[in-house]
Structures are given as C-alpha cells and as structure tokens.
C-alpha cells in the first residue's frame, strides 16, 4: 500500500525555548559531517575515530528500552512502515522507535578514507570486508544525526505531548521522495542525547 507520511505533520508546530534548543542542537549543530558551517561533525567535534568509539557512543544513544533499526534500502523502510500501520500502530505515538536506512553521504566515504584504522585494514587481506565494515559503522552514525538534521530543515516533523511525555515525531525523503527515516523520539532523550555530546566535547551542558 502507498504509505503517506505527509499528511500527519501538517500541524502548528509551537516554537517555545524547548523546541529552540532541538533546532540550535540538532540542525545548527548537527553532528552530521558536512551539513552546517557551525558544526565539525561527530568525527572531529567528539574525536569518534574508530568503530570501537562509534559502537560505544550509539551504545550510550540506545540507553533504556530503545534501538535503532537500521535497513538496507528505502523499500525496506517503508515495508517496515506498512507492518506497523496493519497492527494499528500510531507512528507518533506510543513507544520510541528509529528506523532508516543508512546515511552514503559522500562526506562519510571521504572521511572514513583518512582514518587510521581505515588504512591499517586497507592494506590486509581482510581489506573488502573490513572496509566495508568501517563505512558501515560510521554511516549509521551519522544517519541518525543527517535524518534528523534534515527533517528540521525540511518540517518533516510533528511534536506531541507535554512535560516528560512530549514527543517528536519525523521522517525523511530522499530525491526521489522516497522515505529513508521515519522515528518518534522524546525530548526527554533528545537532551539526553546532547548531554553526552557536551561531555564528549568538553563543552558545558
């Protein structure tokens, strides 16, 4: 079935001090590579040079009873979308959840490409696989950061809820207009988030 997003985020979006935090951490300061002039991204912001460092980091990201899904391709996003809606699921509402496919921005390729790790395998016979590996760790990483970044610079998102229980719903299209992301999040976790990013950064929260 044709799965239409669109149609659940088109509601007033309140732009209290709360809601101005998201925008200054989340898409001002992305940790994207290559999406904001006021950001490094995670590999220089937070000194994320390796895949044991992304796995601890998105180890941190996943704290609670939260995990992230990452798919193959956007068919397989929106396959994921379609199981929820036949169990009557409300996309943004309800439990937390993040599912996308992986970010192959040309900035995380390059960059993967002058990590030391990245040359001690390229030159093994494990290279293929290895290599293969290291993109893949450092694109899922900077695929939750890039889908989120772009769903505030687009107004792909609906916020719910109030307190401890306000939500932010979102997803993300490609130049197709194909779903990449869809997820629901708290706020609660989105500062949590950014919390860790201080520490990671020796910044003041």
């Not at 101005?20 to 490094?40: D, K, N, P, Q, T």
């Not at 694109?139 to 719910?160: M, P, Q, W």
């Amino acid at each position: 079935m044709p799965v239409d997003v669109g149609g659940w985020v088109r509601t007033p979006v309140v732009f209290d001090e709360e809601m101005a935090h998201i925008y200054e951490r989340f898409l001002l300061g992305s940790m994207a590579l290559g999406v904001s002039s006021m950001s490094e991204g995670f590999i220089d912001t937070l000194g994320i040079r390796n895949t044991i460092l992304v796995k601890d980091f998105m180890e941190l990201l996943e704290l609670g009873d939260f995990a992230f899904e990452f798919k193959e391709s956007v068919d397989e996003v929106e396959r994921h979308i379609e199981n929820l809606l036949e169990t009557n699921c409300e996309l943004w509402s309800g439990r937390e959840y993040y599912v996308c496919n992986r970010s192959c921005a040309n900035q995380i390729t390059e960059a993967c490409t002058h990590l030391p790790e990245y040359a001690e395998v390229a030159g093994t016979p494990l290279a293929n696989s290895g290599v293969k590996l290291i993109k893949r760790r450092f694109y899922e990483l900077d695929s939750i950061f890039r889908h989120i970044r772009n769903s505030l610079a687009h107004g792909t998102f609906r916020v719910g809820g109030e307190g401890e229980q306000r939500m932010f719903f979102f997803y993300d299209l490609n130049k197709n207009s194909k779903i990449t992301a869809v997820a629901l999040l708290s706020f609660a976790r989105l500062n949590e988030w950014y919390t860790h990013i201080c520490r990671m950064a020796g910044r003041r929260v």
